[in-house]
């Protein structure tokens, strides 16, 4: 038998929301147990804070998003997005499953090689692509995403003369509907610059032109809009085929599919409005089967989806420092980990539970980081049960960004865990030492020396 914990009574002005006779309802059941281990003997093992990965999740999200996609396209092939979290571990269960990389810089290319991946499976996207990066790429035959015109008269260069053909895409930025438009990256659709760019590569003989490429946003609530750039895509494919007698290839529709997490501001939980696979496969697949292709000339449909996939099988797991009264009677919970590794704190109001059991009171609180800065807020408002000192939380859906875009800021990064499908626990990333992060530092001989009177 679990003895309740006491709670001392006091008079508090009820918060708006759904009522009981001991004010708003508490938001979550506590939760225990990811697959199988309990969270309290995980921090026990591995420190508190921690981040948790589900394999199990992490697989069966991926074989739901292939269905929906594969029951409805022919030829679909999904490329595993490294800047969502690159821990390698995590990368290497996606290429298990069948995915190819998509990278994004010269860092993430190196990564992807140094796991294994075939150069010719690697998608290099993005705006900076360095000449030693293109260089790598084109001698392992990777699929050139060229993003602006000085990125292309870089690539001839480095051929002129030369026997390589490199096989390049185009991005390509359009009006879908959504605003506003991500028109930095790639040659617009309306104004003529893709074919600018299309005439530039066929003609001057170089190079092999075997795609088609867009991303038109992140977070897109709208699975319509996916239908629009696939439509776009396959008439910019079909006018290429009719002028050059050339066949495109692919056509890669990019990422950006939701998660279930909430967007800050929302009224609806992310849960309940996030679209499903289903509805992105239905859109795009539905664009371009009825594009105009004949059954040989079909191009195959590459997908390089990441939040959608890797989200919900991440958690976060930490431990309450301390708790105090705002000066407008709010209470405030201090927790052990931040905005330096939650950076999604930002934009989402993350699901967050006890990892305890709690009694039926709760109130309005204000969830704190332990950084020295007042933007430090994992969550604004939250109604929660009253937490002690050395009480534990889970943060939910965590799995993208965070573990890419965590900072070395005033505390040092915690472990990463992997719940493979056999429910057992593997270190994935080591917990931060003072000497992992001073192995980088160069003392001048002259600064080694100093007496503070």
Sequence with gaps: MIKAQYERPIIQRLNVGLMNKYGTKTEFNPVTHIDGNAVKELMETYGSPLFVLSEKTIRQTYKDATRAFKTRYPKVQFAWSYKTNYINAVCNVFHQEGSWAEVVSGFEYLKALHNNVPGDKIIFNGPDKKEVDLKLAIEHGSLIHIDHLDELYMIKELVAGGTKR????????????????????????????????????????????????????TFMLTPNAYGVAASKLSQLALSVMK???????????????????????????????SPTFDQYAEAI????????????????????????????????????????????????????????????????????????????????????????????????????PPLKKDDQVVVHTVGAYNMTQWMQFIAMRPAVIMIDMDEKPHLIRKRETINSIQDEEVMPLYLEKFKIS
């Excluded at 993350?350 to 039926?360: D, R």
């Design 166 to 217: 490199p096989r390049v895409a185009i991005r390509v930025n359009m009006d879908t509907g959504i605003y506003p438009m991500w028109d930095r990256f790639g040659f617009n659709y309306e104004d003529g610059q893709a074919w600018d760019a299309i005439n530039k590569i066929m003609l001057s003989g170089q190079m092999d032109l075997v795609g088609l490429h867009c991303h038109i946003g």
């Design 285 to 384: 697949s539905t664009s371009i089967l009825n594009a105009g292709f004949t059954e040989d000339s079909l191009p195959l449909l590459i997908l390089e989806s990441g939040r959608a996939l890797i989200d919900e099988a991440g958690y976060l797991l930490g431990s309450v420092i301390s708790n105090k009264r705002l000066s407008d009677g709010r209470r405030a919970t201090i927790l052990d980990f931040g905005v330096n590794i939650l950076f999604t704190s930002f934009w989402y109001d993350h699901k967050i539970s006890p990892a305890q059991h709690f009694g039926q009171y709760s109130e309005d609180t204000v969830l704190y980081g332990p950084l020295c800065m007042n933007i430090d807020v994992v969550r604004e408002h939250i109604s929660f």
């Design 243 to 273: 002028k050059f007698k050339k066949k495109i290839e692919y056509i890669d529709l990019g990422g950006g599919f939701a998660s279930k997490n909430t967007l800050k501001g929302s009224y609806i939980q992310g849960i309940d409005v």
